[in-house]
């Protein structure tokens, strides 16, 4: 009869083999938030490995967000969060990541389309939430970090405006990882204010619902990002 826990073929890193299992299992609904995952010592035997790693397999687990860790209580399977989504995202794309531009241009193609759906989409509260946004970094063109953190508050409210969560999620998740970019591109003075300005142009588009116009502002903002952060890392080195 199938257990969430069918024994595994010895092999190298047999640990990621158990990660995976488990995770598949977690996905598929087998193991459900709050059930709790055997005993270390009762994996170790199933699985016939050591018990170093079981323990590190559960490490993995717990860092993906999928497992909870109760000292003196167990491991319960988590419940999983927009947080928990996005930390995974961002692990696995770290690992496949090349250069920050792929991120760039990623972020180009998919916040476009944001724009353009939330304008038909957002309602009132979000617009009110979107233009309160853009008063705080008017406010905080002298505060690189804090201008950063209501930046991204800003692209994740549009994301939202669209009222789809898969692109609330993708969107989170790259502006997390360019956060460390766009926070030195920030200390320049004049890309604050030219932000302020895009992003004004982007609330006055939805504020019309004119999705074209938002569609442009964006990709008009996000042009001028890259170019920015691609003089900030200054040229390409010359290959043969």
Do not use: C
């Not at 209580?73 to 999983?80: D, E, P, S, Y």
Request: no cysteine; net charge negative; charged share 25%.
């Amino acid at each position: 009869m199938h257990t969430p826990f069918d024994p595994l073929r010895p092999k190298d890193r047999l640990y990621q083999e158990v990660v995976d299992h488990v995770q598949a299992e977690i996905l598929s609904g087998a193991l459900k938030p709050g059930d709790r995952i055997p005993a270390e010592r009762e994996l170790a035997q199933h699985f016939r490995m050591s018990r170093a790693a079981v323990r590190e397999a559960i490490k993995s687990l717990a860092e993906k967000g999928l497992v909870e860790v109760h000292v003196g209580k167990g491991t319960f399977v988590a419940t999983l969060t927009t947080d928990h989504v996005v930390q995974s995202m961002s692990l696995l794309l770290r690992d496949a990541l090349n250069t920050p531009e792929h991120l760039q241009e990623a972020r180009e193609i998919i916040e476009v389309p944001i724009a353009r759906l939330a304008a038909h989409n957002r309602t009132e509260e979000q617009l009110e939430r979107l233009r309160a946004l853009l008063g705080a970094m008017e406010g905080q063109r002298h505060m690189s970090r804090s201008f950063i953190e209501t930046d991204s508050d800003f692209h994740y409210e549009l994301a939202r405006a669209t009222g789809n969560p898969v692109l609330e999620i993708v969107s989170r998740t790259l502006l997390t990882m360019l956060r460390s970019e766009r926070v030195f591109m920030v200390g320049f003075r004049d890309e604050i204010h030219g932000a302020i300005g895009s992003h004004g142009q982007i609330v006055a588009a939805l504020e019309e619902q004119d999705a074209d116009a938002a569609g442009r502002a964006m990709a008009a903002h996000l042009s001028h990002v890259s170019a920015v952060l691609r003089s900030l890392r200054g040229p390409a080195p010359i290959t043969d």
